[in-house]
């Protein structure tokens, strides 16, 4: 069977939506104040990783769970709110690239899955 990373377009895809990604992240007034004191090329290479192993790519992934991760944001106020604009930007992102809008389906599917973790619930 293959994987929605696979389906996708593997790494290069992976790496693609990545930047794009974090371009809309971070042009995003509601959000972008989260990400001023990191480092976005680790960051990326975080969210590459994850992304990658979450839609059944190589498990590279060797960060924090989602919870521990982002607990410090949470902490500085993350909510329902911020949530929504990440997800917003990720399935723009998949979106622009051409991803067929079942696999953009599963994707956003795992993200909101993520949403207890993330926000600390």
Do not use: C, W
């Not at 069977?1 to 809309?24: L, Q």
């Not at 992240?25 to 972008?32: P, Q, T």
């Not at 976005?40 to 969210?47: D, S």
């Not at 992304?51 to 521990?68: E, H």
Request: proline content about 2%; glycine content about 10%; aromatic content about 6%.
């Amino acid at each position: 069977m293959t994987s929605v990373y696979e389906k996708i377009g593997g790494e290069p895809a992976m790496a693609a939506a990545v930047d794009v990604f974090y371009r809309k992240v971070l042009a995003d007034e509601r959000i972008s104040h989260f990400f001023e004191d990191v480092d976005m090329e680790r960051q990326a290479a975080k969210q590459k990783a994850f992304l990658t192993m979450v839609t059944g790519g190589p498990a590279n992934y060797s960060g924090k769970d989602m919870r521990a991760g982002h607990k410090h944001l949470v902490d500085r106020g993350l909510n329902d709110m911020h949530f929504n604009a990440v997800a917003g930007h990720l399935k723009e992102t998949l979106e622009e690239l051409g991803v067929p809008a079942d696999l953009v389906g599963q994707v956003m599917a795992v993200a909101e899955g993520a949403r207890a973790d993330v926000l600390n619930r």
